[in-house]
């Protein structure tokens, strides 16, 4: 029965992002990493709950499956040349959102005189960068929107580095296939950026938001702004980027949401 | 008498298909992927809901939370499209939509619609629509169309923003969207209330007769 099956991969009553979170806090830090990455989460929920197995992970399979076959398809609907909407500066939302897994006072806090960007993987200077090196670089304002994989969005004004100058400048090969970001917060946020997007003229190393140096709640010292994917896909508190082959997946993309999200 | 026998037999034994099987194998495709993407779009609702005072039961929902949920909308998608697609090339090719759905007039509705309400509309005929049901058949695919376009404009706000801005921009693409499920639902009730009401209509839904 197809309802049948519905039924038991909902799990009536088992918020499993929830269960995940919480299971994975009492997980050393490499268990818990492959815990998320082998996909066992789901399944393992199902096991938990008692509900048919063979079920749970043959519609977790399909469903995961398809989900890369989305990949590929944003990834051929993805045209570099077209720029996310911009907007005045009197259409941005005030207050702008802040949005996180964590609350605003779980935030990390930086201190930007010890903060180093990292530069890892297929570039020619590996180089770690100081933020006083980084605001040297020529900045660009964009006003753009950002759309949460929930669903609301909201207009901001984000001002910083595009990335693509910054990989010509470290010697990046851009024939690879990803920018791996890593953060600074506990859990170590953390996400896959194709090299496409990365060299799309709007994605930038932002340092400022409305003018100002980036606060923390939107990320200081630096985030990743990306307009063409939804939020998620850009990340804040950026500490390292690693450039590679390599799908190292992602703290949101491991637990289930879609990892191109392009829009 | 035998011969009058034998000819009522044959004729109830091979009256004409009312729903040929390509229209019924497209309505169930179509019935589950609806069902799917309705299911999996409330609990994508739940994770920043439009309207503050509705939230939808776990009951309902499909995919366990927004991950989940996305996944599966993404997933049922496609089996939407390109069902829906096959079905508009071929309602239109083979002149179906048409014959079955065309015309529609204002005095036809009304009038069908009394006779609906009072019972004295006839059933008799099922390979013939009355006004009522021809402007609601007519009516939902016209729905189906625009919630896949407001669908896709969410979807790709940045890439198809041209679609995005024929609905007045993300935020209300969403609320269109939104309202188009709402109408498939309130058709949904009476689709299925008038279905069990009029009980061979579903058998030529399954059988074709």
Same mark, same amino acid.
């Given at each position: 029965m197809v309802m049948g099956r519905i039924r038991k991969f909902l799990i009536?009553?088992?918020d499993k992002r929830l269960l995940v979170k919480d299971a994975t806090k009492i997980m050393p830090d490499p268990v818990r990493r492959r815990f998320i990455a082998g996909g066992a989460s789901l399944g393992a929920l199902t096991l938990l709950t008692g509900c048919d197995v063979f079920d749970g992970t043959s519609a977790e399979n399909m469903l995961t499956e398809i989900s890369k076959f989305n990949d590929a398809v944003q990834a051929w609907m993805f045209n570099p040349e077209v720029l996310a909407p911009t907007y005045p500066?009197?259409?941005?939302?005030?207050?702008f959102p802040f949005n996180g897994y964590y609350e605003i006072d779980d935030a990390p806090e930086v201190d930007g005189r010890d903060w180093k960007f990292e530069v890892k993987g297929l570039v020619e200077n590996k180089k770690s960068w100081t933020l006083e090196e980084l605001y040297k670089l020529p900045q660009v304002k964009q006003v753009t929107r950002h759309i949460c994989v929930e669903g609301w969005s909201a207009i901001g004004s984000w001002t910083g580095t595009p990335l693509r100058d910054f990989l010509k400048l470290v010697g990046a090969?851009?024939?690879?296939?990803y920018c791996w970001f890593q953060c600074a917060d506990k859990e170590g946020y953390n996400s896959p950026l194709d090299m496409r997007t990365a060299l799309h003229p709007q994605t930038q190393m932002t340092f400022k938001f409305g003018d100002e140096i980036l606060p923390r709640a939107y990320g200081y010292p630096m985030k990743i702004r990306v307009?063409?994917?939804?939020?998620?896909?850009?990340?804040?508190?950026v500490i390292s980027m690693e450039v590679t082959n390599?799908?190292?997946?992602g703290y949101w993309e491991d637990q289930g949401y879609n990892s191109f999200s392009g829009s | 008498m035998s011969s009058i026998a034998a000819t009522d037999e044959r004729t109830s034994a091979s009256?004409?298909?009312?729903?040929p099987a390509w229209v019924r194998t497209m309505h169930w495709i179509n019935a589950v992927a609806m069902i799917l993407m309705i299911m999996s779009g409330l609990q994508v609702y739940n994770a920043?809901?439009?309207?503050?005072s509705l939230r939808f039961s776990h009951s309902i929902?499909?995919?366990?939370w927004l991950g989940g949920a996305l996944l599966w909308h993404f997933a049922a998608m496609w089996l939407l499209m390109v069902n829906g697609l096959a079905y508009l090339i071929v309602g239109f090719a083979t002149g179906r939509f048409k014959r079955k759905?065309?015309?529609?007039t204002p005095g036809g509705v009304i009038s069908d619609a009394r006779a609906a309400l009072t019972g004295r !509309? %006839?059933?008799?005929? !099922? %390979?013939r629509y009355n006004q009522v049901q021809k402007l609601l058949y007519a009516g939902i695919i016209a729905v189906g169309v625009i919630i896949v376009l407001s669908g896709l404009s969410i979807w790709?706000?940045?890439?198809?923003q041209w679609l995005t801005a024929l609905f007045g921009g993300y935020d209300v693409a969403r609320y269109v969207h939104f309202f188009c499920m709402s109408a498939i639902v309130a058709f949904l009730v009476i689709h299925i209330a008038l279905a069990v009401l009029v009980p061979k209509s579903l058998r030529a839904m399954i059988i074709g007769r």
């Open positions: 009536p009553g088992v500066e009197s259409a941005i939302t005030k207050p090969d851009t024939r690879s296939k307009p063409t994917k939804l939020g998620f896909k850009s990340p804040k508190y390599d799908y190292k997946g | 009256p004409k298909v009312l729903q920043s809901p439009l309207f503050d929902t499909l995919g366990g759905l065309l015309p529609i !509309l %006839s059933h008799e005929d !099922l %390979s790709k706000p940045v890439q198809l």
